[in-house]
């Protein structure tokens, strides 16, 4: 089992940047995938971003090329550097992680972080 803490949220102007950090802790972190999902007010929670074991990444067609997802193994976090920020991206940003191979879908995910809000004004 793995323990995931999120942090880093907060309140930008759009065009701004953000970098989240998942913590995590608990079983060995390089066997996991992780990704980030994020969930608006009164909308679904929706994939934004996720990372191999062993470095291959995958985002959603809406992210690609503003945000950035990292690994460091060493100190067991996984990482969102968040650009170009737009009032639509304001939502809760989720950590969570999986065995191995990276998926996108919410139940695919064995573990998850509290959530960290992130607010993006105009």
């Known amino acids: 089992q793995v323990l995931l803490r999120e942090s880093g949220g907060g309140v930008v102007q759009a065009g701004g940047s953000l970098r989240l950090s998942c913590a995590t802790s608990?079983?060995?972190?390089?066997?996991?995938?992780m990704a980030w999902f994020r969930q608006a007010q009164g909308k679904e929670r929706e994939f934004v971003a996720a990372?191999?074991?062993?470095?291959?990444?995958h985002y959603a067609d809406s992210m690609k090329g503003r945000f950035t997802i990292s690994r460091d193994d060493a100190k067991n976090t996984v990482s969102l550097q968040m650009d170009n920020l737009q009032p639509y991206d304001t939502a809760v940003y989720y950590c969570?992680?999986?065995?191995?191979?990276?998926?996108?879908?919410?139940?695919?995910?064995?573990?998850w972080g509290q959530g960290t809000q992130v607010t993006v004004s105009s």
């Open positions: 969570a992680a999986r065995w191995f191979q990276i998926a996108t879908e919410n139940h695919d995910y064995m573990f």
């Open positions: 608990g079983d060995t972190f390089s066997n996991y995938a």
């Open positions: 990372i191999n074991w062993n470095g291959g990444t």
